[in-house]
């Protein structure tokens, strides 16, 4: 009989789980769910080597473990650091960390700029949930903030580089997708930034899913750049018959009305890509007949756009019915279908840049 695995036992923030040796705290605090999951800007779990550059989720170890039960000396990286049996961790019962995180987000807002208004990420944008929930109401940073020119890297990404925390997911992504990797980190310090060396265009079949990894709004589709906000889109999911064997097919699209205006791989509550999709299913494949459309897709993760799925309303009871004895009243006009106001003239998806009011036709 195979010997059965002895499981590590872990409290983090007072609740215990088993996991294997070799498990992280964070991915054990994953087991468990909830409030008590760190935030992590740079560890993801499809990206060999991801984690250990953002220390957003650093938290304290208040015992190493049942055979050694001294504390850790410092806040440790969660995403880094592996469980011990007996560990005892603590997260959001520890003002220690709480306080750590404050600067962490202070830091990472150091050079950041104050986008959100026209930034394309606006809406799903992890450092704007971690600033809400963790960052302080004003920075100490009285100096000048670096700024980068806006980069074109390639034909259909365009790299913000002012708007980057350098978590280093989009390199790995590059490195460990596709066949050559073009890009890194350049510098270091202060002079740190994500660059291709005389700009060359990273065209390959799947450097697209570096936008989906991009945490922040640094590397966004130029197909949809300033096309829509996320949330007046609706998420669909749907799938394809795509002929390249490493994609699977499976995409969110988001629409309004019957228009495409972009396709995303579909992500777990974390934020995570569940599995990769290739250029052509994203950029090329904008058309409704495409698609085989599945249903509406339910956005896990907390964000403006989830904001828009209603469960469990319940309707007020309409009076006109009760003083038309009981006929349902019927709609005069739907102005939606009378107006030609806000009626573009073309796809939106298809213009390059932002919107213009020439687009739409005027009375
Ligand atoms: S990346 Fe996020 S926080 Fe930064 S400007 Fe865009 S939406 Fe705002
Ligand atoms: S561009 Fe985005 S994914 Fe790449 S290092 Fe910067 S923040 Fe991370
Ligand atoms: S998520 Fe752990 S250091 Fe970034």
Known sequence: MAEEKKLFKVKIDNISVEVEPGTTILNAARKIGGDIVPPAMCYYSKLQG??????????????GSDAD????????????????????????????V??????????????????????DQAG???????SYEHGADSTRYEFKRRTFDRVDIGDKIQLHMTRCILCYRCVFTADQLTEKREHGVLGRGEAAEIGTYIQQSLDNNFIGNVIDVCPVGALTDKTFRFKNRVWFLK?????????????????????????????????????????????????????????IIEGPRQIERQSVIS??????????????????????????????????????????????????????NKK
């Open 50 to 63: 991801s984690g250990g550059k953002c220390r957003t989720c650093l938290v304290k170890v208040s015992k």
């Open 235 to 291: 998420p669909v999911d749907a799938h394809r018959e795509c002929h390249d064997p490493k994609c699977c097919g499976k995409t969110v699209l988001w629409m309004r009305g019957d228009e495409i205006f972009r396709v995303t791989a579909r992500k777990d509550k974390y934020g995570e890509v569940e599995e990769w999709i290739c250029d052509t299913c994203r950029f090329d494949k904008k058309e409704a007949k495409d698609w």
């Open 98 to 119: 709480l306080d750590a995180r404050k600067g962490v987000v202070e830091f990472l807002l150091l050079n950041h700029p104050l986008d959100c208004p026209v930034c």
């Open 124 to 130: 799903e944008c992890h450092l704007q949930d971690l």
């Open 307 to 360: 904001q828009g799925h209603y469960v469990g309303v319940h309707k007020p009871k309409d009076p006109l019915v009760d003083v038309l004895d009981g006929r349902q009243p019927k709609l005069l006009l739907d102005i939606h279908n009378i107006s030609e106001v806000n009626k573009p003239n073309v796809d939106l998806s298809k213009i390059q840049g932002p919107a213009h009011s020439d687009d739409f």
């Open 69 to 96: 039960p001294r504390p850790m000396p410092k806040l440790v990286a969660s995403c880094r650091t592996t469980v011990m049996d007996g560990m005892e961790v603590a997260n959001i019962t520890s003002p220690e």
